[in-house]
């Protein structure tokens, strides 16, 4: 039995993913945060937070590493700990100093903080020839316009440094690009408290499919556990309305994808780390996106699962731990699986959601999650506010999409 220290967490489905692959490997977790309110809060009907059930619950300042590293190294000569993990991009870069601090398995913490931060990603990538989006990196709105006529229109604004498409837009002229600048100069401080870099990401608008590469690096050796695709919705946002794995796409363009997302994980010199990389598939060949230095979110990772019977939640626990992943594929029946996003497309208080009967008893269908009565809803801006999903699979082929797409027609939200 290992002895996990993990380091703040999402609320959402990773969150009950990684304590549960903890658990059925058989090893036991401490669990360290700032405000503890925050994951009472995003306890669900089925009982407590599944992080509540850690075997230490700690709380410190995460965002401040100045004190955190040295009282984690009391705690550690006391509670032993074998790894360290987070679900939560925003701890990403502190895990990785901790597992350097404390002498445990991990990736280099400079090869995370540049996965982390848009702007170096860009930077990292370019400097290495690796295919990405035309770009600039400006300090306010006057800079921004200036790179923006040199990049041409239409182009897409970025923070450096938010998570589920928060803030991205796709801007066709000079007065959307600051409306989405000034958006951004207004949001200083993100969710979890910590100060926001004013670095503004500028990139040409890459078209075409989008797909992301699952990989799990381990002792130098990069395992591509495969490849999913996804629908995007919501402009001039950018979100995810769903996603099926495996992709359906050609051998070649799989193929290609892979390439595009290992040359940048090894350019950004990222190792013992589970990585999910977002690739455009364009007319002039794949482009990176971005690199994300831990498992899918949007249960992706159980699409995954469901198909090969690889466990990704499990892999990271395994490199955390300084172990070999599993990631043998073990026939499940299945040949593709999928999941679609339900999308308020108003502002108000869910009064319910109607159609879930019907949908429930569809063939095929594995997860109908839905929120319920009084729950606040507004049009949706980034990949945060989902009232719910439904997920299928398909035994035969790759119709799990298909099943997935027209479900939610079903269940109308009534606002």
Not at 315 to 333: F, I, K, M, N
Request: net charge negative.
């Amino acid at each position: 039995m290992a002895h996990l220290l993990v380091v703040e967490s999402w609320v959402g489905s990773m969150s009950r993913l990684l304590p549960r692959a903890i658990g059925e490997g058989g090893h036991e977790f401490t669990f360290v945060t700032r405000d503890l309110h925050h994951y009472l809060r995003g306890a669900g009907s089925d009982g407590p937070h599944p992080l509540l059930a850690a075997r230490n619950i700690i709380t410190a300042d995460t965002n401040d590493m100045g004190e955190l590293l040295p009282h984690l190294e009391r705690l550690h000569a006391v509670l032993a700990f074998d790894g360290v993990v987070s679900s939560c991009d925003y701890y990403l870069p502190a895990v990785a100093r901790i597992a350097e601090r404390l002498g445990l398995p991990g990736p280099a913490a400079e090869a995370v903080e540049a996965a982390c931060r848009k702007d170096l990603t860009r930077r990292v990538l370019a400097e290495a020839g690796v295919p990405g989006p035309r770009f600039a990196l400006c300090a306010d709105t006057a800079q921004a316009a200036a790179a923006a006529r040199e990049i041409g229109y239409p182009l897409v604004v970025k923070p450096v440094d938010l998570c589920a498409g928060m803030l991205v837009r796709e801007v066709r002229d000079e007065r959307e690009l600051e409306a989405a600048c000034r958006a951004l100069e207004e949001f200083p401080v993100n969710a979890r408290g910590q100060d926001r870099s004013p670095v503004l990401l500028l990139e040409a608008l890459l078209t075409g499919p989008e797909v992301s590469v699952e990989t799990v690096s381990f002792g130098g050796v990069i395992g591509v556990v495969g490849v999913t695709d996804k629908s995007i919705g919501g402009a001039p946002a950018f979100i995810e309305t769903g996603h099926m794995f495996p992709a359906g796409i050609t051998p070649e363009s799989e193929r290609e994808a892979v390439d595009a997302a290992v040359v940048a994980i090894k350019a950004l010199g990222l190792d013992h780390v589970v990585c999910h990389t977002e690739i455009k598939l364009t007319s002039e060949g794949p482009k990176v996106v971005e690199v994300n230095p831990r498992p899918a979110g949007n249960r992706i990772t159980e699409l995954v699962r469901h198909v090969t019977g690889i466990d990704l939640a499990a892999a990271c626990v395994d490199v955390a731990l300084g172990q070999l992943p599993d990631l043998e594929p073990r026939p499940t029946g299945m040949h593709s699986a999928a999941i679609a996003f339900l999308l308020p497309d108003t502002t108000g208080t869910l009064t319910g959601i109607e159609g879930a009967d019907e949908v429930r008893a569809q063939p095929g269908v594995l997860e109908l999650t839905l929120a319920g009565p009084g729950r606040a809803v507004r049009a949706a801006t980034s990949n945060n506010e989902y009232p719910g999903h439904i997920m299928t699979a398909d035994t035969q082929g790759s119709g799990a999409r298909e099943t997935a797409e027209q479900a939610p027609r079903a269940p109308a939200p009534r606002v």
